[in-house]
């Protein structure tokens, strides 16, 4: 058997099943009945069960029966990485500076998500963006649940994704930012409740949200996309924390029919 929880968890699970425990010799003690029932549709199979039968009886001459009767099986802890860490009992995850690193390495586009709230628009830089569904047009963005942007689509149940051209870095970084009128002296369009469209962005997309779920710090937004559009030229590129623009040969590539 393979624990990737530690014997605690094994024990904790083996314990909510009913399948069995761990024993003081840290061996797994598998009840054979209860074993049995896993079998579902083959309860009812005689072959099934004559096999069954022979696997039982195979464990009990080389003495691994024991009273119940119950299986005793060898456990093993799994360290699958040298990037794994232990982080609680039953649990292991790897830390956050290691996660943003090693995801860091998924290089994607830049792009500016806003909303109107109260009449005001409101926007922020987003990397976490991606297509979800063609038919119907649906994507989604993860906004960390801090950000007054996304407590704003939470509340407007709109925003318009503006994906960002080589030359906005700077939009980027100031959108990036906290509190202030971010819009100040910046040009956009857009009807007039409906979310601030950036002059200059590669292409944008009007969406409107029909779920919002919890994961972890952050909110998924899933949306569908009501109006696209495309301005052209080349796209503000993201990788290991950088942004920069994409190398002329693919984009050359890509602009080909
Ligand atoms: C390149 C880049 C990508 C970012 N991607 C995200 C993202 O995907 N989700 C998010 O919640 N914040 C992201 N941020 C951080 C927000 O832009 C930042 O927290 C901002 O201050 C939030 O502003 P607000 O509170 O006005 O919405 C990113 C920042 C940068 C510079």
Redo the contacts with the bound molecule.
């Keep these: 058997m393979s624990d990737d929880g530690g014997n605690e968890g094994l024990a904790q699970a083996l314990a909510l099943t009913g399948l069995g425990k761990v024993g003081a010799d840290g061996h797994a003690y598998l009840e054979v009945e209860a074993l049995r029932q896993l079998s579902g549709e083959h309860a009812a199979d005689p072959e099934w069960q004559a096999g069954f039968d022979a696997m039982i009886g195979y464990a009990r001459a080389g003495g691994w029966l024991a009273a119940g009767p119950s299986l005793r099986a060898h456990c093993e802890t799994r360290q699958d990485d040298a990037m794994t860490r232990s982080s609680g009992a039953a649990r292991q995850t790897v830390s956050p500076d290691d996660f943003r690193y090693v995801i860091g390495h998924f290089a994607s586009g ?1 792009t500016v998500v806003s909303t109107r709230h109260g009449g005001r628009p ?1 926007g ?5 963006v991606s297509s979800l569904s063609l038919a119907p047009p649906m994507l989604v963005i ?3 649940q ?5 407590q704003a689509v939470s509340a407007s149940r709109t925003f318009a994704v503006n994906i960002l051209s080589e030359d906005q870095s700077a939009m ?2 100031r ?5 202030g009128d ?1 819009f100040a002296d910046v040009p956009f369009s857009g009807r007039p409740d409906g979310p601030p469209l950036l002059d200059g962005s590669l292409a944008t997309l009007e969406c409107r949200v029909v779920q919002q779920v919890s994961g972890g710090s ?1 909110t998924v937004f899933l949306a569908e996309v009501v109006r696209a559009r495309v301005g052209g030229g080349s796209p503000l590129a ?1 990788f290991r924390g950088r ?1 920069g623009r994409l190398d002329d040969e693919l984009v050359d590539r890509a602009s080909r029919p």
């Design positions: 830049i409101c922020t830089t987003v990397s976490a993860c906004m960390n801090q950000s007054v942007t996304a980027a970084e959108f990036a930012g906290k509190g971010k952050h993201y942004m």
